[in-house]
């Protein structure tokens, strides 16, 4: 499986566009080798370079930007400013919404993890990342990831 975006190069910055510093729109995503018999796709997006002060404040590792299941394995395309089709889960901020990069120091890395599973999970929207993810255990037939940067801007 490969996961693209046609706005930015793995390990490089993401587009001011899709941070809190422009639009705070979801960037375009392409899907690639989906394999043929699995029935959904999960995609999360998530920071795990936040710094200790955040982690207190909320009780987490890791910031939860985009959770979105039950994909059609059929996507081969997420359009920009769009979710896919699927459910949407909650991320940190309390919304089910993509949650642009907003880091509060340094450069911080984001992570967009796409998993094929042999399921659909059932689960309601405005489910937490946790929760996808324990459902999401023993069910993973693939999976792939694109690594994006952001700093904000001063």
Not at 25 to 48: H, K, R, T
Not at 52 to 66: A, L, M, R, S
Not at 70 to 88: D, K, R
Not at 124 to 152: C, D, F, N, P, R
Request: hydrophobic residues 30%; aromatic residues 8%; glycine residues 8%.
């Amino acid at each position: 499986m490969n996961l693209s975006s046609p706005s930015f190069q793995p390990n490089t910055k993401i587009p001011r566009k899709y941070t809190c510093d422009g639009e705070n729109c979801s960037p375009p995503l392409n899907i690639e080798g989906v394999p043929a018999d699995a029935p959904s796709l999960v995609l999360i997006m998530d920071d795990p370079d936040i710094p200790d002060f955040v982690k207190k404040k909320f009780n987490i590792e890791v910031w939860d930007h985009w959770i979105v299941f039950n994909i059609p394995p059929t996507t081969t395309e997420i359009l920009e400013g769009q979710n896919p089709t699927g459910l949407l889960g909650k991320n940190t901020g309390g919304k089910n919404a993509y949650g642009g990069p907003c880091p509060p120091d340094k450069e911080h890395r984001y992570l967009f993890k796409l998993y094929a599973l042999d399921t659909m999970l059932n689960l309601q929207e405005g489910v937490s990342k946790k929760e996808v993810e324990e459902a999401m255990e023993g069910h993973i037939v693939g999976q792939t990831e694109l690594v994006g940067k952001y700093t904000k801007m001063p």
